[in-house]
Nanobody
Framework: QVEVVESGGRLVQTGDSLRLSCVVS????????MAWFRQATGKEREFISA???????FYADSVKGRFAISKDDSVNTAYLHMNNLKSEDTAKYYC?????????????????????WGQGTQVTVSS
């Protein structure tokens, strides 16, 4: 059973920075695609960022230049580095894992590409 566990969400002020972490209990982490999505109250879940097994990165336009995704294969962890946070970044952030992303052509920006999801971590940006 694969577990995806996010952490790092909290209440911050506009302009602050925050780092979210996502640990995945799986073998061959370096072969998987990892992503972050978020869902604000009353809105649909939206793609934020993804990183492929090879390190290719994808970003939503709304966070490009402010957020950065990274991963550390040695500890099965993906990160989302968030800078210059805005009130519109307030949402529950979800981490997702596509098992064996190295061997697929799935679009890393689509939620349907992912096999396992975490429970989410809340980020609230107060002005």
């Amino acid at each position: 059973q694969v577990e995806v566990v996010e952490s790092g969400g909290r209440l911050v002020q506009t302009g602050d920075s925050l780092r979210l972490s996502c640990v995945v209990s799986t073998r061959f982490f370096d072969r998987h695609t990892m992503a972050w999505f978020r869902q604000a109250t009353g809105k649909e879940r939206e793609f934020i960022s993804a990183i492929t097994w090879s390190g290719s990165e994808f970003y939503a336009d709304s966070v490009k230049g402010r957020f950065a995704i990274s991963k550390d294969d040695s500890v099965n962890t993906a990160y989302l580095h968030m800078n210059n946070l805005k009130s519109e970044d307030t949402a529950k952030y979800y981490c997702a894992c596509e098992i064996g992303g190295k061997y697929t052509d799935n679009d890393p920006r689509k939620s349907s590409s992912y096999d396992y999801w975490g429970q989410g971590t809340q980020v609230t940006v107060s002005s």
